[in-house]
């Protein structure tokens, strides 16, 4: 009897032993099949974020403060190429479509395999599909949201040319467009021009636009900011600076861009002969979030005497 269990426990171990090497090969196939679903599933979350990532940050206007489509989708393609380069991934084809504040985006990705090459699959194509809308955060009531303490376009300040003032165009002073021969900007710090009005304001620059040139000295300047729908208070200082109104002509003026470019709107004619500081508001209540264009002209007699403003202010006071 003990001889026939030893020739039974040998046998069922040699039968273990071949059911062991028959099964071996699928068990190893079913973890390299696990552990290669868990990498093709890392590798899709990365694409996903990669695509929801570019979608957020580049399309929306307050990111790339421009209202034209065009721009706005290759801004974000150039961003979506970045960061896939960055994290190793390969792309076989991408594409977005924009439309003001809708974007959709969609793109191919290839997943290369590693273990289930061997069972005839050596790459995954996958497409990921991602739509993002809606406007920017609210700025918080009471905020600045445009002023003119100019600086240069990387933050630092503005050096004078001249001692206490100098002319620049637009692009030195950290806005975006402009006309005319150049903007020109007053340090009134003491022992420079006179006296500023008592204000809190951090800047000691006062804007001239009609500069100090020969001829065609009428200049304007436009920045390009987005608004939220609310009420908002134009503020700014304005002096005449010599007794010829006609001279000293100043025009404040704002523009819709999207979805479609509405006519400018006159916020400020300025003209005062009095040489004295003159604090003049205005509240604005805007119905729809939109990108605009705040421009300033010089609109009096073109004779390098303008009038001059300081302090310009577009605060946010709060929603409708």
């Known amino acids: 009897m003990l001889r026939t269990i030893g020739h039974f426990a040998r046998s069922r171990c040699g039968n273990i032993a071949i059911m062991t090497a028959l099964l071996m090969p699928m068990f190893m196939v079913l973890i390299g099949v696990i552990f290669e679903t ?67 985006m969609t793109a191919t990705f290839t997943y290369n395999t590693a273990f289930v090459t061997m069972l005839g699959i050596p790459k995954i194509t996958y497409t990921i599909d991602y739509k993002c809308a809606g406007i920017p955060p609210y700025p918080r009531d009471g905020a600045v949201v445009l002023d003119t303490n100019f600086v240069k376009p990387d933050g630092s300040s503005i050096p004078m040319k001249y001692g206490c003032w100098g002319i620049y165009k637009y692009n030195e002073i950290g806005w975006d467009a402009g006309s005319g021969p150049g ?19 951090p800047s000691t620059y006062v804007l ?10 009428n200049s304007s300047i436009t920045k390009v900011f987005e608004l939220h729908p609310g009420r908002y208070e134009f503020s700014v200082w304005y002096n005449g600076r010599i007794t010829d109104t006609a001279s000293n002509i100043i025009g404040v003026y704002l523009q ?10 006159n916020l400020f004619r300025l003209s005062d002969g009095t040489q004295k500081w003159i604090l003049f508001k205005r509240t604005v209540t805007v119905g729809q979030y939109s990108v605009y264009n705040l421009t300033i002209k010089a609109e009096g007699t073109d004779d390098t005497y303008g009038g001059l403003i300081y302090a310009f202010n577009v605060v946010y006071v709060d929603t409708q």
């Open 38 to 104: 868990g990498m093709a599933l890392a590798n899709y979350s990365v694409s996903y974020q990669i695509e929801r990532d570019a979608c957020n940050r580049a399309t929306k206007p307050t990111r790339t403060m421009t209202p034209d489509d065009a721009v706005r989708r290759s801004t974000v393609l150039d961003l979506f190429d970045a960061m896939v380069a960055s994290a190793g991934q390969k792309v076989t084809s991408r594409d977005a479509t924009v439309n003001w504040l809708n974007l959709d």
């Open 208 to 217: 001239e636009l009609d500069s100090d040139e020969a001829v065609d000295s």
């Open 183 to 201: 903007t020109e900007i007053q340090d009134w710090r003491p022992g420079c021009f006179g006296s500023l009005p008592a204000t809190q304001y």
């Open 256 to 265: 819709q861009r999207r979805p479609v470019v509405a006519p400018e709107v």
